[in-house]
């Protein structure tokens, strides 16, 4: 059995929302706790730590909206 053409153009899409969200939330939720084990980095000030939350919040759009690009076949070229 073949896989159809459709869920293989998915894949990627949905391995990517996977990843994004899950890096997202990774030093999204506790900035100065993940990224001094990963990035040598300190997370110093409160401004900081809601730059990095916000960025969370786009990269949680961004899967988000590729998932939405699964779910509907007619948004899937914008969500590529």
């Known amino acids: 059995m073949k896989p159809r053409i ?3 153009k998915n894949l990627h899409l949905a391995l990517s929302a996977l ?3 899950v890096v997202g939330f990774g030093y999204g939720v506790s900035p100065s706790r993940v990224l001094p084990i990963f990035f040598d980095f300190k997370v110093a000030s409160v ?3 809601n ?3 916000a ?3 786009l990269y949680i ?3 988000v909206y590729w ?3 699964i ?3 007619a948004n899937w070229y914008s969500s590529t």
């Open 71 to 73: 779910l509907r076949p």
């Open 6 to 8: 459709y869920d293989i």
């Open 67 to 69: 998932i939405f690009g």
């Open 19 to 21: 990843i994004v969200i």
């Open 61 to 63: 759009g961004l899967g």
């Open 47 to 49: 401004d900081l730590s």
């Open 51 to 53: 730059i990095f939350r």
């Open 55 to 57: 960025i969370m919040g």
